[in-house]
């Protein structure tokens, strides 16, 4: 075999741009990842990571400040907050995750049919999903989670509620640019089915640029959760929701500031994650860039 040929189907041996763009590619998606997956990794394994169980108080060493035996110290009941940071996570990242889902799973095929269809099931359609998102999230939230049967279903109705409009409002609009295609109008006028044309031709167009949207909204959810939790509306105690957390804490700023802090830097940080996971996304899936 030439040298030519075992060089070609070198992996590592790459023109100078393509490994540029792959190395270009790992710095962008780096930080996001890492933010993002340390609370992933916290939620999934909390059992196994936190030193302490989330509930376990001892009013003994209530609002002790951090040291070996609890590094992020002790709230006004004396439990752990790193342990309860830790198990936090698996309420504000899985609602996080049930929420963003549900509103993808729903939003994306109405949005889609919306602007596939037009006519009666478009004004149907997005006259509802308009009419929604006329109200802030907040306030919107607040009120069905009030008026609700107290639990998680009501947290989960008021997420979905809130953001599955934002993906019927997104697809409707990216359906209606795509489907005035000339990719698409060939595919009419050869006759195909309109269930094919929308599952092999628009819909693939689709899914990449509504991989942004879920980032950017699973970050809106996490701030929701978070503030329905600190005005006492969302996860109620004692479950360590970090939002729930930062409400209980206040009255101890003064003398214990951490209190405060190690919930207020996990939610800046997964916020923060989810939305440099988006632009990332958004950069990888732009033609123009170089």
Request: aromatic share 8%.
């Amino acid at each position: 075999m030439s040298a030519t040929a075992v060089e070609a189907r070198d992996p590592d041996a790459l023109p100078p741009d393509h490994a540029a763009s792959r190395r270009r590619l790992r710095r962008t998606f780096a930080v996001p990842v890492f933010l993002v997956g340390i609370w992933v990794v916290a939620a999934v394994g909390a059992p196994v990571l936190a030193p302490y169980p989330p509930d376990l108080s001892n009013l003994a060493t209530a609002v002790d400040a951090p040291s070996w035996a609890h590094l992020l110290g002790t709230d006004n009941l004396g439990r752990d907050v790193l342990s309860r940071i830790l198990y936090g996570a698996r309420y504000d990242v899985g609602l996080t995750a049930a929420g963003i889902l549900a509103s993808w799973l729903v939003g994306l095929p109405l949005g889609f049919f919306a602007g596939f269809l037009g006519g009666r099931a478009d004004t149907l359609i997005s006259g509802v999903s308009e009419s929604i998102l006329t109200f802030p999230s907040v306030i919107l939230a607040i009120v069905l989670v009030s008026v609700l049967p107290s639990g998680l279903v009501a947290l989960e109705v008021a997420i979905w509620a809130t953001q599955a409009p934002v993906f019927v409002r997104f697809t409707r609009m990216y359906v209606l640019r795509e489907r005035h295609k000339p990719y698409v109008e060939s595919a009419i006028a050869s006759g195909a089915p309109a269930p094919w044309l929308m599952a092999r031709t628009v819909l693939p167009n689709i899914l990449g640029p509504s991989l942004v949207l879920v980032s950017l909204g699973a970050s809106e959810i996490v701030l929701l959760i978070a503030a329905l939790g600190f005005l006492g509306l969302g996860v109620q105690p004692p479950a360590p929701e970090w939002g729930a957390m930062l409400s209980a804490s206040q009255s101890y700023f003064a003398q214990a500031p951490y209190l405060m802090l190690a919930p207020g830097i996990a939610i800046f940080s997964l916020v923060l994650g989810l939305n440099l996971l988006g632009e990332a996304v958004r950069v990888t899936l732009d033609p123009h860039r170089h």
